[in-house]
């Protein structure tokens, strides 16, 4: 599913001209990978941050340690913070972003593992989604990417609103 997923968002950012920016946490580049694995995504693709730790997330994306403290890694505000600041620097039309808990560790009662937000920030909208997945940690990262992919499909297709 992931491989089509790919194909249908490259063409779709393709023929509407945008770019393509990505902010990996759980996923450690995964949709990069996957988006790269396409001949052709250069046209689309500018770029990504993995920012797994909190010290990257603050430094290179702008995400605020208020947020980080009282929210945490894992919240719908810190993955829009997360996408802002991408979309800034790569100077991206539409910026995904993902940070969830993969496990077999991290959870908590309030976030089990497998809890994952995906955002999306562009110029005409921010969405987040909360996923929760039940899989091994690889599994997880997976599902997250694939749930990122289908996300920006969603958007791109303008079922987004």
């Known amino acids: 599913m992931t491989g089509s997923l790919v194909v249908q968002v490259g063409d779709l950012l393709r023929e509407r001209g945008l770019k ?10 995964l949709v990069g990978n996957l988006l790269t694995n396409m ?13 797994y730790a ?19 890694a894992v919240s719908r505000e810190t993955v829009l ?6 979309r800034k620097a790569l100077n ?5 972003s993902i940070s969830g808990i993969s496990g077999p560790g991290g959870g908590t009662p309030e976030k089990l593992v497998g809890t994952t937000w995906v955002g999306l920030v562009a ?5 987040a989604k909360i996923f929760q997945f039940a899989g091994d940690r690889e ?5 997250a990417a694939e749930a990122a992919l289908q ?11």
Do not use: I
């Open 151 to 161: 996300m920006l499909l969603d958007y791109l297709q303008e079922k987004l609103k």
């Open 39 to 51: 001949p052709g995504s250069s046209e689309y693709f500018l770029g990504g941050v993995v920012a």
């Open 139 to 143: 599994q997880n990262k997976s599902s």
């Open 92 to 96: 991206a039309d539409v910026v995904v």
């Open 123 to 127: 110029g005409d909208g921010e969405w």
């Open 81 to 86: 913070e997360m996408a802002r600041g991408a």
């Open 20 to 29: 393509l920016g990505l902010a990996e946490s759980c996923t450690g580049g």
């Open 54 to 72: 909190y010290e990257v997330k603050a430094a290179l994306l702008g995400v605020s340690w208020d947020t980080l403290n009282s929210k945490g």
